[in-house]
């Protein structure tokens, strides 16, 4: 065997094994339930358009009514998606507003440092993009519909 041929007989036989290794850790199942629990309560939202803002840039991760994509499916991307639907769900749910919500004042923060929504999220999500005047808008209305922020 040449040169040439003995790296393609490796690349392939490397990718054989990618590919082995793609299909089996799809039987691991965490990642796999994509629930959305009954949405029980809503802040008291100020206006249409706070709400609006939130839906598309926070509801995803912070609410009951996360829009699981066709990639959410498949690991390894399933169970990145899990745990940030499940942490941003612990941290803050929009839609369990009867529940205590701890981190309701530190919205503003996080939207003005530009940590939320975050960085990752947005490639896939260009419509959750905030432009600077969304941004204080959404501070705004937080204030307005769940009260005072940091
Ligand atoms: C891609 C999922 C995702 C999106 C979209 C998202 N978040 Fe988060 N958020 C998280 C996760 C996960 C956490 C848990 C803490 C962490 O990992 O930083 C969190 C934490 C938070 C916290 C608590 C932070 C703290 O520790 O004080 C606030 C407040 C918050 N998010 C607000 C928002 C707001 C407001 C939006 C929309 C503008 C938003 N998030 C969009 C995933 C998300």
């Known amino acids: 065997m040449g040169q040439i041929e003995y790296a393609l007989y490796m690349v392939i036989k490397i990718l054989k094994w990618l590919l082995a290794v793609v299909v089996l850790i799809q039987l691991i199942p965490f990642g796999h339930t994509h629930?959305?629990?009954p949405s029980?309560?809503?802040p008291a939202w100020n206006s249409?358009?706070?709400r609006a803002l939130i839906h598309?840039?926070?509801f995803d991760c912070h609410s009951n009514e996360?829009?699981?994509p066709w990639y959410s499916h498949v690991a390894p991307v399933s169970w990145l998606l899990a745990r940030d639907v499940n942490g941003g769900r612990s941290h803050l749910n929009f839609t369990e507003w009867d529940k205590p919500q701890t981190h309701a004042?530190?919205?503003a923060e996080q939207v003005k440092m530009g940590d939320m929504p975050p960085w990752f999220y947005l490639p896939m999500h260009p419509n959750a993009k905030l432009t600077d005047a969304d941004r204080q808008a959404l501070i705004d209305g937080a204030?307005?519909?769940v009260g005072p922020q940091k």
């Open 105 to 107: 004042k530190d919205i």
């Open 40 to 42: 029980t309560k809503e």
């Open 66 to 68: 996360t829009t699981w």
């Open 56 to 58: 598309r840039a926070c």
């Open 48 to 50: 249409q358009e706070t």
């Open 143 to 145: 204030e307005k519909s």
């Open 35 to 37: 629930t959305n629990p």
